[in-house]
């Protein structure tokens, strides 16, 4: 449950900004805070609980809870945000060139679904700028490490540059994946986002293959190690092209695949009619994603190699939801809407409540 401070500060101030500007505050206020000595602190109240390591893509994670693409876009925040007790931050999504994404207003809040409609368009730096700052970040995380503190996992997601177009779709992720391999503990390719016009065309098996061969050698060679490669699918794929991915792979040896990105669909919302139609087009995020995430979750995992990482996204709130989604077989999971409607210390949160959880089981 989000703390009374700040659902007193979201009623008052926050849910009154455009919720584009209301994000903008909320992360430099957090990277001001770290800036002044605050992370460490922070660190000490919501570091996860060494009983929640988790194993996966050949590394530890501090918790199998983490913060998915798309609050940090341009990787400006990891430390920050990793201070607020997340195991994994996930940036991006980040193109090989620059873009200022789609016109705003281009995020809405759907109150009473507790959702969001995005039609961001992969709005970020560009790979190159990014990588510099994933430099400086690594260096920070090595010291942290050495310190016996707490480090997160940072993963990077990228996506097609808007102006590409399809056919140029593999060489530009390819400039993407040589910039920022490096520089990422594992590696996303998102083929899924409804916000770039023709992405998900990439979904299909027959532009998935080369796509992510392509991007998988391409990663391995700049890294000059093995970078976990996931792809990350949309929950609007007909169950046999979820079965088809999970086949893809399996037949490539890939390291996983993140379930699932925003929907398109507005089917189960509470909200009126024309608030929704108002909010307009875009990524729909939030709880009305939990039946169909977790059905492509349990779809995955019966289908896939037990070795194969699952990270199961769309919906979350609570522990007992994170515990739910690695009961039905998700290796790690994520969130992004709830930290909007919940609060910094969602994952401070999500983290004592699974402890909680997994003690009772053990007494």
Sequence with gaps: MPVPMYQFAFRTVLSRMDPEQAHHLVVTGLRLAHQLGVGRVLEKLTAPDPALRTAALGMTFPSPF?????????ASS?????????????????????????????LVRLVKDSALVNRMGFNNDGAATVR????????????????????PIVGVNIGKTKIVPLEGAVDDYLLSASALAPVADYLVVNVSSPNTPGLRQLQDIEALRPLLRAVGEESDAAAGR??????????????ADVDAV???????????????NTTISRSGLLSP???VSKAGGGGLSGPVLVERSKEVLVRLRDRLPEGVTVI???????????????RLGATLVQGYTGFVYEGPLWARHINQGLRALRGSKVG
């Design 273 to 275: 009619e024309d608030a």
């Design 78 to 106: 990891v430390l920050p945000l990793a201070s607020l007790g997340f195991g994994h931050i996930e940036v991006g999504t980040i193109t090989a060139q620059a873009q200022p994404g789609n016109p705003k207003p281009r």
């Design 132 to 151: 510099q700052r994933l430099e400086r970040t690594t260096r920070n995380i090595a010291r942290l490490k050495r310190a016996g503190r707490h480090a």
């Design 312 to 326: 199961s996204v769309g919906g979350v709130v609570t522990a007992a939801d994170v515990e739910e989604r690695l």
């Design 66 to 74: 983490g913060l998915a693409a798309g609050f940090d876009k341009g």
């Design 246 to 260: 999970a086949d893809l792979v399996t037949e490539m040896g890939l390291d996983g695949i993140i379930a699932t």
């Design 226 to 239: 093995h970078v976990p490669l996931l792809v990350k699918i949309a929950p609007d794929l007909a169950d």
